[in-house]
């Protein structure tokens, strides 16, 4: 029997009309994957189910459970592949993803979730493994309240996967996070949910180089987005972090123990997860082609799991919460890791300010609509008077584009207006609580 979990995670960019060279990706993609030998797979921007379909079938014989999984109206353009049968799956649509008039980010319509399949191993017991894109605009610079709806996707996310280890489940966690490892959204899902960072457990001591070459920053630094040594992030506008680091690392697999042991045999040990290698992958041009097979470049690790009663100083990491080699019964779980005091208040203070924003467009959006109506009964009382017949078909243009937009403002102001704003409210509501009741605990210990 394996003593390790082989795990590979890749945003395909396989949006159709507007993913460059998509068919031959994906089809060089579904050859390339068949080659490898992992465990599960996880696929982001997949969004097209034939695309699905023929990576599938290419690799069918190695994983043959496998799920696509459909929210939103386009999709949310997230799959997963596995050698282990699939005993339940789970799709938790985000809160917030970008807005209805943002038509050309795209994130509103495509209902970008978190989403999960929980599979039975033989020697993990149940895992739940996620997969997930999270809200892309923000960038990484500037105040945090631009990235307001990425930090609900990531608290979110964070309290699926918590209470996936809190009912007994090993936890692997893959996917686009769109968030730096020094970002706020990181930090909420490493801190909450307590999640290890495959490449940082693997790359404990990233090596000083006064001046990386490119592919330095993918094998030293673990570069999966915007390098210049992908074909499709080479031509287009990037942002100063990408500049100054010849990229971003976006893509993770992140694992955890469960909170609670799984039951097991008294004489039964039980296993510890260990990230012992991951690499940069599919960083190479197609093969006889000039285009890569992505914008992004994917990422695997291999998970090794060792019984308690070989485990021994890997125990005091961090990452670990089996706490107690000696017990009798095996180690037994530490207590579940918290917020910082400084991630909880930053993340408040984004909300809120996201708040006060959302609340001023919205007054913003309604008084253009009050406006266009406004002109619409000036355009229907002067209709009347139109001097000659050639202005009628300008006229009619002109109203409906005013009560096209007139409608749009409407939509905007009052229901997507008040969807954000509850949204928002909700969350912070929730981390308000979360944090009395840490302050309630420290006062009681």
Not at 134 to 163: C, T
Not at 190 to 209: F, G, K, N, Q
Request: hydrophobic share 40%.
């Amino acid at each position: 029997m394996s003593e390790s979990l082989h795990v590979l995670t890749l945003n395909c960019w396989g949006l159709k009309y507007v993913a460059k060279n998509r068919v031959e990706r994906v089809h060089a993609i579904a050859e390339e994957l068949a080659k490898f030998d992992h465990d599960i797979i996880a696929l982001q921007e997949i969004w097209v189910f034939a695309d699905y379909e023929h990576v599938r079938n290419s690799v069918v014989k190695r994983l043959p459970y496998s799920k696509f999984f459909y929210s939103g109206a386009l999709g949310s353009g997230l799959a997963l592949l596995s050698r282990f049968p699939i005993v339940a799956t789970s799709v938790h649509p985000y809160s917030l993803n970008g807005a209805p008039i943002d038509v050309g980010g795209g994130d509103w319509f495509v209902g970008k979730a978190a989403v999960s399949i929980t599979i039975s191993h033989p020697v993990l017991g149940q895992v739940q493994v996620f997969n997930t894109h999270l809200y892309a605009k923000g960038g990484e610079d500037g105040p945090e309240h631009l990235r307001a709806h990425r930090l609900v996707n990531a608290w979110e996310f964070s309290k699926l996967a918590r209470q996936a280890a809190e009912l007994g489940r090993y936890v692997v966690a893959c996917g686009d996070y769109n968030s730096i490892p020094s970002s706020l959204p990181m930090a909420l899902i490493r801190e909450y949910a307590d999640l290890s960072d495959s490449w940082a457990v693997s790359h404990p001591d990233p090596p000083s180089i006064s001046s990386p070459s490119a592919m330095d920053a993918i094998t030293q630094f673990g570069v999966t987005a915007d390098s210049p040594l992908n074909s499709y992030s080479a031509g287009k506008p990037i942002g100063p972090y990408a500049r100054k680091f010849l990229g971003k690392r976006l893509d993770y697999i992140l694992y955890r123990q469960p909170i609670r042991p799984p039951s097991r045999l008294d004489d039964e040990p039980l296993p510890v997860l260990k990230c012992i290698e991951c690499n940069v992958v599919l960083t190479e041009k197609v093969p006889g082609q000039l285009f890569s097979f992505s914008d992004h470049f994917g990422l695997e690790a291999t998970l090794e799991f060792q019984t308690s009663d070989r485990v021994t100083a890997d125990l005091a990491d961090p990452h670990n919460v089996w706490a107690n080699p000696g017990a009798a019964h095996g180690p037994t779980p530490s207590a579940a890791s918290e917020l910082s005091a400084e991630s909880l208040s930053t993340t408040m203070q984004a909300l809120a300010a996201c708040y006060r924003f959302s609340r001023q467009r919205a007054r913003k959006e309604l008084s253009f609509f009050a406006a266009c109506i406004f002109i619409l009964v000036a355009l229907i009382i002067g209709s009347s008077w139109l001097p000659h017949p050639w202005i009628n078909p300008i006229f009619i243009l002109f109203t409906v584009l005013i009560a096209w937009y007139g409608t749009t403002m409407l939509y905007e102001g009052f229901l997507y207006g008040n969807w954000e704003c509850n949204a928002l409210m909700n969350v912070i509501e929730e981390l308000e609580i979360y944090k009395n009741s840490l302050e309630t605990r420290a006062g009681t210990n």
